[in-house]
Each structure stands twice: as structure tokens, then as C-alpha cells.
């Protein structure tokens, strides 16, 4: 069977249709059992053999022979994501175009409200991929640092327009990751409603101020996702069981800010039965002091605070009320994730590399190629170690010892693992954890002891790396050199940013040479 041109939406709702009309005959029909150890097929054959054992001759003719079983829905309602994705595969199995004609894209959709707007006045929109027989939504805010003032927003806008305007952004957008249509990259929320909301407002997703006539750039990151998420009402989100507001870097401070405005804003327009939920992905940044002190000339040398603190007056930020109230008159520790989140109400899971390139980068830490001094050595580990501490008394959380900077919608995403449970696995068990504790509380009071539900056997929910050292994790991203682009093993990217062997060893109590084994077989 080929595939010609361009279908129309029409032409691939009727495969969709076709396919599952062939499935469910397929289905109704004696169907082969595989013979996976353990697996489905054998409970069934089970079960047929006690059939047999009531059935009279005549009928037990039928079925010998090839081994068959009837369709038995009961099988797979604690699993439907799987049947889903057994579903799928077979009917694109049965048509190997489907896969084709099937748009797996996020399309472009403006703000039907025009008065909320990118930085330079452009309107402002998301992009989306619906799933109508889906109550899961996603909503996933990009990253991309910020400017705080006239000069480094104007040098943002000749050099990065697309953070700050609509103006040329693509009609669709291919998710990765977490945002991924496909099971084989994403197993857990493949099937789910997928948004995109685009950062064009340079202000960490804060900002409640208009452009005007006496304003260069329009600050609006806030009032952005409310006027998203008041479209997606009229789209499904009314009816949705669970909203996972998501993001990156910015995106993921972004989060923070405003997941519990999320949860606000539905409850007071009715929508209690949808359960927010937040994943912040590195943008769990601390407010520590720079490796070497810099004036505040430009986005990256700006020490976190001070960007901050100029910031949030330039941007009119809305930072959330009860952390507001924690910090009057220095709202600027609202931004800082270990700050924040005692003030929150939501759940939260946090995803976090102990050794961020962007806080490295914001700490004056930068690994061009030089081997680091001993002192920014130092500097480093002790980063790592500040992170867990802020850490502690997260209750969800991954959080690997590597050298990288986001990772949810990294197409690796899955790759990675801390304590042998990859971050798809453990964002299932918080899942199942706050599915089982939303069934068994009696009442919605809103503190955080409800999202301390005990994990599951076998599901942990809070994973940390103890390894003190960047790249110790063995299933960290690989690492390349900055100036010739080839890969580095562990070992070699260690001893290229200065790591010594001999020292290191002597501060872990260890033989240098058992040292050298484990950094060699990526322990």
C-alpha cells in the first residue's frame, strides 16, 4: 500500500476509522496468543484451559489446533495506556500508512485576546496537539533566561527576536520528550493533550505589564498562561482530570511562579475537579555567591540576585501571594525554587542536574577548553553539594550528578537514570502516588503533608545522586569538547577540567588506582 501527497484531516479521520473497524474485527475474531514468559497470553491460556474443561466435545473441535482466546476487556482496565498502545500499533500495522496521515504535530494557535502580548507588542499564542479521548493535559512553558533592563533587552531583541516576538514563529511544532506523540520515546504521556506555550516575554514567566507609550517592551509571561489556559477551557481542559503545568530552565522557575495560579484560576471558575500539578525542570536555581564578582552589564555575568532584583521592578511582577507575603518587600527570593516551595500548595516534582551549566554559567564558571583552577574546582563540587542541600525536604524529585542543563523534552530523556530508575519511570510512580492519595483523602486541605504519600514498592518518587563529582552518574548525556566537538569519557572530561586523581582519592579515603577504575567504568 503507498502513500500519495497530502491527506486531509477528513481523509485521515476515516483511516483512523477504517483502522479501528479492522481492529475491533480483528479483534471479535479467534486471535493467536503470543507466547511472552509470564505475560498476558499465558493467564489467558489458563483461564481457556478451564473453559475447555466445560465444554462438550463438539464445541472443543473449534478449538483445537491453533491456541486462541476471546477478547476480554476486564484485562485491561488497571492498564489502559498500554492497551492504547497496542491499539496503536496495530492499527498502523494493519495500515502502514497511518503513521503518515496521522498529524502528530502542535499547531500555531494566536491568543484570541490581543491585549496579551510578546515583548515587542506581537500577539502572543501556544501550540497544540489535542487528544479527544484524553482527560491529561500537558502544558509545557519554554525557557530561555531573561533581560532586565532597556540595554539587555535591546541587545535580547538583535539577538534573539524569536524569545521576544511571534512575528516569525512556524505554523507547527514537533514535540520531543515529554511533549513526544510516540510511545516508544515518551510511555506515560504520549496520549495526553499537548501544549506548547512559546517564551517571548523575557521575564521568567512573571510579568503583568502591557506595552505603551512610555514602555519599550511589554512584559506579560504571567498573564500569558492564564489567557492560555482560559482558551483550553473552551478546547477539553473543562473536562480534564489532570493539568501537569511543565517547563524548562525559565520555564521551569516559570512553574514555580505559577502553578498554584493555575489551580486558582480553575477552582474559581468551577473546575475543581481538575488536579494541577507542576514539573519544574532546571530552573531550581540558587541565589549563592559568584565564583568572581561582575558588574551587571549583561544577562550572563549579572549574579542571579541582581538580575533579580532589577528585574522584577522592570517587569511588574506577579510573584505567588503567600510567598509575597513571606518576603515583603524582597519578592526577588520568589524566584528561587528552595525559597518558593514551602509557600505552594500544588504538588510539585523537580527535576534537576546537581551540576547546572546555566548556574555555572551565572556563577562566573565557564568551561571553554582551559583546564579549571583548583579553586573552581572547589567551587563546583561545593555547587553540587549546595543543591542537595536546598533539596532535602523535596518530597518528588530526580536529580543526576551531571554537567548538562534541561532534560524533559531532551529525545535522551529516557537514557538517564539515578539509582537504576529512569525519570519517565519515576514521574509514573509520583503519578500513581497522587492518584492514590487524591482516592483515599477525605477532605482537600491544602498543605503539603497530602503530597507525602509513602511510594510504592519497587516506584520511588525521591531519586538523588550522592556522588560528589560532575559526570559521576554513568548514564549522564554525553559530553563533548567545547572547542573540537569530539566526545569525552568521563575520565577525560575530569582530567580536562582539572580533576586530580591523587587528591581526590585521598579525600574519599581510597586507593588512587580504585579511583581510576571506577571513573573508568563510569562510576
Known amino acids: ?77 488497571g492498564n489502559m495506556d498500554n492497551f492504547m498502545v497496542q491499539i496503536k500499533n496495530l492499527a498502523q500495522s494493519l495500515y502502514p500508512c497511518s503513521a503518515q496521515k496521522l498529524d502528530q504535530d502542535m499547531k500555531l494557535q494566536f491568543l484570541k485576546n490581543i491585549s496579551v502580548t510578546c515583548n515587542d507588542g506581537s500577539p502572543a499564542g501556544y501550540y497544540i496537539k489535542e487528544s479527544k479521548g484524553s482527560k491529561r493535559w500537558l502544558l509545557f512553558l519554554e525557557g530561555g533566561w531573561y533581560c532586565f533592563n532597556r540595554q539587555t533587552c535591546d541587545s535580547r531583541y538583535e539577538t534573539m527576536r524569536r524569545l521576544m ?44 505589564t502591557p506595552k505603551t507609550d512610555h514602555s519599550d517592551y511589554a512584559f506579560m509571561g504571567s498573564l500569558i498562561i492564564k489567557e492560555v489556559v482560559n482558551e483550553l477551557l473552551t478546547k477539553g481542559l473543562d473536562n480534564a482530570k489532570v493539568l501537569l503545568l511543565a517547563g524548562s530552565s525559565a520555564g521551569g522557575t516559570g512553574v514555580l511562579l505559577n502553578v498554584d495560579q493555575v489551580a486558582e484560576q480553575l477552582e474559581s471558575q468551577g473546575h475543581r475537579g481538575v488536579q494541577v500539578r507542576g514539573l519544574a525542570d532546571s530552573g531550581w536555581f540558587l541565589d549563592n555567591k559568584q565564583y568572581k564578582f561582575s558588574e551587571c552589564l549583561d544577562t550572563l555575568s549579572c549574579a542571579p540576585t541582581e538580575a533579580i532584583k532589577r528585574g522584577i521592578r522592570y517587569w511588574g511582577s506577579l510573584v505567588p501571594e503567600s510567598c509575597r507575603q513571606a518576603h515583603v518587600g524582597e519578592e526577588w527570593n520568589c524566584f528561587f525554587g528552595y525559597k518558593l516551595y514551602p509557600t505552594l500548595k500544588s504538588p510539585v516534582f523537580v527535576v534537576q542536574w546537581l551540576f547546572d551549566e546555566a548556574q555555572l554559567t551565572a556563577d562566573n564558571i565557564h568551561l571553554t577548553g582551559q583546564p579549571v583552577h583548583e579553586g573552581q574546582w572547589r567551587y563546583i563540587q561545593n555547587l553540587g553539594q549546595e543543591l542537595r542541600n536546598t533539596l532535602r525536604d523535596m518530597p518528588a524529585l530526580f536529580a543526576p550528578a551531571c554537567l548538562s542543563h534541561e532534560l524533559i523534552t531532551r529525545t535522551y530523556w529516557m537514557d538517564i537514570q539515578v539509582k537504576g530508575t529512569s525519570l519517565p519511570r519515576a514521574l509514573h510512580c509520583w503519578d500513581r502516588s497522587l492518584q492514590d492519595n487524591n482516592n483515599n483523602k477525605s477532605n482537600s486541605t491544602n498543605d503539603h503533608q497530602k503530597h507525602k504519600t509513602p511510594p510504592t514498592r519497587g516506584c520511588p518518587l525521591r531519586l538523588i545522586d550522592s556522588c560528589p563529582w560532575p559526570h559521576c552518574n554513568p548514564s549522564c548525556p554525553t559530553i563533548r569538547d567545547q572547542l573540537t566537538g569530539q566526545e569525552m569519557s568521563v575520565i577525560q572530561f575530569l582530567k580536562h577540567v582539572g580533576f586530580d586523581v591523587q587528591k581526590m582519592a585521598q579525600q574519599q579515603g581510597m586507593d588512587p588506582r580504585t579511583l581510576l577504575g571506577m571513573l573508568n567504568n563510569g562510576n
Open 165 to 208: 516576538s511571534s512575528t516569525k514563529w512556524p505554523q507547527t511544532r514537533t514535540g520531543t520528550g515529554i511533549l513526544s506523540p510516540q510511545p516508544e520515546e515518551n510511555p506515560h504521556w504520549w496520549n495526553a493533550n499537548m501544549v506548547f506555550i512559546p517564551y517571548c516575554s523575557s521575564d521568567g514567566w512573571s510579568g503583568a
Open 1 to 77: 500500500m503507498q502513500c500519495r501527497g497530502v491527506v486531509r484531516s477528513s481523509a485521515g479521520l476515516s483511516a483512523v476509522r477504517s483502522c479501528l473497524l479492522l481492529l475491533f474485527i480483528h479483534m471479535s475474531a479467534p486471535v493467536e496468543a503470543k507466547r511472552v514468559p509470564g505475560g498476558r497470553a499465558q493467564t489467558r491460556r489458563v483461564q481457556q484451559q478451564q473453559q475447555q474443561q466445560q465444554q462438550t466435545p463438539a464445541n472443543r473441535e473449534r478449538v483445537d489446533g491453533a491456541e486462541s482466546f476471546p477478547l476480554d476487556f476486564t484485562a485491561v482496565e
